[in-house]
Nanobody, 119 residues
Framework: QVQLVESGGGLVQPGGSLRLSCATS????????MGWYRQAPGKQRELVAT???????NYADFVKGRFTISRDNAKNTVYLQMNSLQFADTAVYYC?????????????WGQGTQVTVSS
């Protein structure tokens, strides 16, 4: 089965930056849309950003102008550059990839990486 491995989380001060990465640990035949969700304590998991294979990106309103999603199709990797981080950005961040394994498309999730914004 497909495995997604996340990295880049950590502790950062308000106004700081982090860059998250999510890579497949094994080769896959084809990946379409990839993205990032996050879940803060006491809240439901929410969509942060998505990106299609041809790099068409969509963002949640609360990250527009601060976060940038990108991908490297050759490496089957998706990134999330997070700038101007705020206390409200503290959450566990999860990546997702929609993968074709004949005969079906299936969503796979990363293990989650903690982002903590604190002074």
């Amino acid at each position: 089965q497909v495995q997604l491995v996340e990295s880049g989380g950590g502790l950062v001060q308000p106004g700081g930056s982090l860059r998250l990465s999510c890579a497949t640990s094994t080769s896959v035949m084809f990946i379409t849309t990839m993205g990032w969700y996050r879940q803060a304590p006491g809240k439901q998991r929410e969509l942060v950003a998505t990106i299609t294979r041809d790099s068409n990106a969509n963002y949640a309103d609360f990250v527009k102008g601060r976060f940038t999603i990108s991908r490297d199709n050759a490496k089957n990797t998706v990134y999330l550059q997070m700038n101007s981080l705020q206390f409200a950005d503290t959450a566990v961040y999860y990546c997702i990839a929609t993968v074709f394994i004949s005969p079906a498309w299936t969503d796979y999730w990363g293990q989650g990486t903690q982002v903590t914004v604190s002074s």
